[in-house]
Every structure is written in structure tokens, then in C-alpha cells.
């Protein structure tokens, strides 16, 4: 595995993303930044022909587009996803809560008809709180939907607080096996190792997966890390030369 190769590839799209929401004038740097590995390990090495990837917490969409972009697609570039099968967008997302339910159906769909390919879901862990991802995971725990795999960016933040402080989820490791999933939990989502690891590992015939992953918001710019207020501000000012200046754009 080559993995320098990869840590190169997260640098440019933290960069390209960056760049972006200058460009556009958008937010929600944190959670984009936070999730800038566990897209490039699911692209560039897990995720086979037929596999599908539904991204859930859609205000984190600028790196999911810009990765697609590079790959020869053309998704519009927008904070909030639009159905757009043909350039790599296989769900409308926006209002938390939804992206898991859909997918659910849709990894139902697959397996009643013996279509071969997993869906990969990724949810943001404050997303957790809604009662339809508990729902849906009845649902995929009654049916054995082993072609579904949900992705938790357990950055620990939500909007502007503390996720403790809000609604806390511990153990939310427990909570996904009290409903019958499989659970695995990645310490360091900013590796691409322990990322591929569990990946390739962590799947049982017959049992939906979920995937824990801890992360950093805003991960690469050591000012802005672990700060709630980048879950939705725009950069201005000197901010914009501190990015600038951590991501290595010249």
C-alpha cells in the first residue's frame, strides 16, 4: 500500500477545498476537513464497481465533489447534495437524518434482488441523535443487510457545541451492537492504515456494519482543530492566510 501516496492526495484535497470555500464564499470547513481520509480510503482503495457511497452530513460536500471532480466526474459543487446518479451523487442529502434511511432501502433493494456491491453511508455523529438512524437500524438488523456499511465522523462536535453537551452518545459502540450490528471503531481517522485495516476486516455474513471513526474537525489546520465555531464560518482575513500558510498553498 502506498500509503505516501495517499497522504499526498489528502494534502491537495484539503487544499483544493480550502481554495474552494474561498472561492464561493461557503462554510463548514470542520466537517469537511474531518472526513478528507476516510473519502480517499474508500475511492482510492475499498470501494469496488458496485459499491455506492451516500453522503449523509451533505454540508460536508465540498471534498466529496472535488474527489469526484478528479476522478472525471462533474457534480455540482454545493454544500447540500442533489440526486445526480451519473456524476457520483446516488442521494439528495441536507437535512440530517435522512441519509441512512434511504440507503437502507436501497441496500434492502440490492439484496432482494441479489445484486452484488455494498452501500457505504457516512453520518456525522450528531446525526446519531435522530430517531429515524435508530429506526433504520432495526430495519437493517431484521432484514441481515450485510451490503450495508454506516461510516460515523465521531469528531465529537455538532453545530456549535459540544457533542457531551448537547445530547451525549457513549457508548455508542454498545448502542450499535445492542441492535444487533457489527461495530468496529478506528482510533485515528486521520490514518490511512488503521482506516484500510478495518475496512478490509471488520465484515460477518448476515450482520450490517458500523464503523466509529474518531476524527479531528478541521483536522490540518492546527489553529482552527477541535474549534465548534468552523462547523459553519466563513473564512475571512487573516484566517484565510493561516490556512493558507498550515496547508502549504503558495
Known sequence: MDYKKLKNKAKKLRQDTFLAFIKKGEAHL?????????????????????????LSKAHASYPLCILLQDRGLNPK??????LDVKNGIHCTTGSLGHGLPITTGMAFARKKQKI???????????ECQEGTTWE?????????????????????????????????????????????WNCAEV????????????????????????????????????????DPVWHARK?????????KKKLGIT
Request: glycine share 8%; charged share 25%.
Open 77 to 82: 459543487l454545493t454544500t447540500h447534495l442533489e
Open 30 to 54: 470542520g466537517g469537511s476537513f474531518s472526513i478528507i481520509e476516510i473519502l480517499l480510503a474508500l475511492y482510492e482503495v475499498i470501494m469496488k464497481k458496485n459499491d455506492k457511497f451516500i
Open 136 to 180: 433504520s437500524l432495526l430495519i437493517g438488523s431484521k432484514h441481515k443487510l450485510d451490503n450495508l456499511v454506516v461510516i460515523v465522523d465521531y469528531n465529537k462536535i455538532q453545530a456549535l457545541s459540544r457533542l457531551k453537551d448537547v445530547l451525549p452518545l457513549e457508548d455508542l459502540s454498545s448502542k450499535f451492537k445492542a441492535f444487533n
Open 235 to 243: 473564512l475571512q482575513g487573516k484566517e484565510i492566510e493561516i490556512g
Open 116 to 126: 452484488p456491491g455494498k452501500f457505504y453511508v457516512m453520518m456525522s455523529d450528531g
Open 187 to 226: 482510533k485515528d481517522g486521520h490514518s490511512f492504515k488503521s482506516l484500510i485495516t478495518c475496512f478490509k476486516k471488520q465484515y460477518k455474513k448476515g450482520k450490517p456494519l458500523a464503523i466509529i471513526i474518531n476524527t479531528i474537525k478541521s483536522k490540518g489546520i492546527k489553529e482552527f482543530e477541535n
